[in-house]
């Protein structure tokens, strides 16, 4: 877009007293907003917010710093939460207080970038403090603007932690009370206290001469992270004439009178700080990490190429705490990715470490996995009574449904699924633990579908269970599992403890 397109002229009758009125907007903003249709040249702030201010003076300061193709902006929950329809840079729009973290990872990730955390009082030192805590205290190299206007502006004027002592708010409709709702945070002090920031000042937008030094603050905290110091942060104070019930002259004197008396403006913090630097962190193999050998490096024979059936397959294992029930969809994940499939694994447990239900959602695939939820598996893994119950009727009719134990409980109306019975835990306990009904299942799971090869299964295994005893009961219930599926279980019959289904 060339620069005489953004230039807003305004014509004037011409002639001997005629004049010509031309302003014009930075270019980092967009021509139009896309907002509404009929809003193309306005943004949604009301008249007299001190957000629209703000925004131009850090549109301005990227324009004139030449980082507009590489800022990155992440817009907050509260009034600025549709900042990113007005600003032509790279954008993100986050969770209520979570921009600093959300600007810690596109920092981290593109540290070429210039990172911009835009947030409101209730949005920073409220529901984000510790976001805005933490990334101060790493120094993390991005730049926060902190506009603070005293109140909740977005949701129609709840109090917000810098509410001004007696300041009425719709939460505190008598006035703000120290004793009752504390006294207004200094979070430019509060910040100001840890070691790592670089730049930290709090101007306010009470009057041109301010709006020029916060102009110039918002171009130095830039600046500074285009040079790649550290964490810098500007507090402005705003006007929010709307909830504050003020005209928008009377908002911003109001910033004089009653917001800087409490809020002092000042440059908290100017330094460079050194770093320690200390030693760098071990670089290891994403597949050593991870611990996932891969098999040629191993010095055993790769498993034979193992022809999968399917182009995606669906596998819940359901069960309690404690049944091996994540780490079975763990193994059959890991032996799929062995084979070359794109897999995926997604567990679901509650608090309790013990006995507390949990399941997983395993996913074998010959193409990217879309989800890893499995909402209508090819094989549910039962592990016990309460999950056959919860789970069989997402199990579709061409599917199966493999039971821990010798027979269907007596009242269990069965799915259309074919349902095989299998006594896992009594097998495993035969072998010498119980905790290899798990095994027992995977082995049962191979044989029944033949999704995996169980030779690659043993070859997990053999990765996996580094205690010899605890690999040799392992193989067996593998070996068990399969031979039941072989010799013992039967499909489609009566209740009866015989390994029957239906
Ligand atoms: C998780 C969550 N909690 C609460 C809200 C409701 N909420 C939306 S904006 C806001 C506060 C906005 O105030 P502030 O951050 O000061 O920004 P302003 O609107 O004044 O610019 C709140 C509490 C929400 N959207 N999400
Ligand atoms: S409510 Fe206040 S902060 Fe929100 S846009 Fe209006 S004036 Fe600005």
């Known amino acids: 877009m060339a620069n005489e397109d953004k230039?807003?002229?305004?014509?004037?009758?011409?002639?001997?007293?005629?004049?010509?009125?031309?302003?014009?907007?930075?270019?980092?903003?967009?021509?139009?907003?896309e907002r509404?249709?009929?809003?193309?040249?306005?943004?949604h702030y009301c008249p007299g917010c001190g957000h629209g201010v703000v925004h131009k003076l850090i549109a301005e300061a990227l324009e004139d710093l030449g980082v507009q193709d590489r800022t990155i902006f992440v817009s907050p929950v509260g009034c600025s939460v549709f900042a990113y329809y007005y600003f032509?840079?790279?954008?993100v729009q986050v969770a209520h207080g979570r921009a600093p973290a959300a600007a810690t990872a596109l920092k981290r990730a593109c540290p070429g970038s210039i990172v911009i955390s835009y947030q409101g009082d209730g949005d920073l030192a409220a529901i984000g403090t510790a976001e805005i805590i933490h990334a101060a205290n790493r120094g993390e190299k991005i730049t926060v603007f902190f506009v603070n206007n005293a109140i909740y502006g977005m949701t129609g004027g709840q109090m917000a932690p810098t509410t001004l002592v007696d300041q009425k708010s719709t939460t505190s409709p008598f006035g703000r009370r120290p004793v009752n709702e504390g006294f207004p945070m200094h979070v430019a002090e509060l910040l100001s206290s840890l070691e790592a920031p670089v730049y930290i000042e709090r101007v306010a937008l009470s009057d041109n001469k301010n709006i020029m030094k916060a102009r110039k603050a918002v171009r130095k905290a830039l600046e500074l992270q285009k040079e790649g110091a550290g964490f810098t942060l500007v507090e402005i104070l705003s006007p929010c004439p709307t909830i504050w019930g003020k005209d928008p002259t009377e908002a911003r004197k109001w910033v004089a009178e009653k917001m800087i008396p409490v809020f002092p403006l000042n440059v908290f913090r100017d330094r460079k700080v050194e770093m320690p630097v200390g030693n760098p962190p071990p670089v290891r193999p994403i597949?050593?990490?991870?611990?996932?050998?891969?098999?040629?490096?191993?010095?055993?024979?790769?498993?034979?190429?193992?022809?999968?059936?399917?182009k995606t397959f669906g596998v819940k294992v359901a069960g309690f705490g404690g049944q091996g029930v994540l780490l079975l969809g763990q193994l059959v994940a890991e032996a799929?990715?062995?084979?070359?499939?794109?897999?995926?694994?997604?567990?679901?447990?509650?608090?309790?470490?013990?006995?507390?239900?949990?399941?997983?959602?395993?996913?074998?695939?010959?193409?990217?996995?879309g989800s890893p939820l499995i909402s209508y598996p090819d094989v549910l893994i039962a592990m016990n009574e309460p999950s056959l119950r919860k789970f069989a009727?997402?199990?579709?009719?061409?599917?199966?449904?493999?039971?821990?134990?010798?027979?269907?409980?007596?009242d269990f109306q069965p799915p259309e699924a074919r349902i095989?019975?299998?006594?896992?835990?009594?097998?495993?306990?035969r072998l010498g633990s119980t905790k290899a009904a798990n095994i027992v299942m995977m082995g049962a799971l191979l044989e029944e579908t033949e999704c995996l090869a169980a030779s690659t299964a043993m070859q997990v295994l053999q990765d996996k269970v580094k205690?010899?005893?605890?690999?040799?009961?392992?193989?067996?219930?593998?070996?068990?599992?399969?031979?039941?599926?072989?010799?013992?279980a039967h499909v489609g019959a009566v209740s009866q403890p015989d390994g029957c289904g239906k």
């Open 420 to 429: 095989i019975c299998i006594p896992a835990s009594e097998i495993a306990d």
């Open 36 to 43: 509404k249709g009929d809003l193309q040249k306005q943004t």
């Open 7 to 33: 230039v807003i002229t305004t014509e004037m009758p011409s002639g001997k007293d005629g004049y010509e009125v031309t302003h014009s907007k930075s270019h980092v903003f967009y021509d139009g907003y």
């Open 88 to 91: 032509d840079v790279g954008n």
């Open 467 to 488: 205690k010899v005893s605890m690999l040799e009961v392992n193989r067996r219930a593998l070996a068990a599992g399969r031979q039941y599926i072989d010799h013992e």
């Open 336 to 369: 799929g990715m062995q084979e070359g499939l794109e897999v995926s694994w997604l567990p679901s447990y509650g608090p309790e470490m013990r006995s507390g239900s949990a399941h997983c959602h395993v996913c074998l695939s010959k193409q990217r996995v």
């Open 287 to 310: 597949a050593e990490v991870l611990e996932i050998t891969p098999v040629a490096d191993t010095g055993v024979a790769k498993p034979k190429p193992h022809h999968h059936h399917f």
């Open 393 to 410: 009727a997402q199990v579709p009719a061409n599917a199966t449904i493999l039971y821990n134990a010798s027979h269907l409980p007596n």
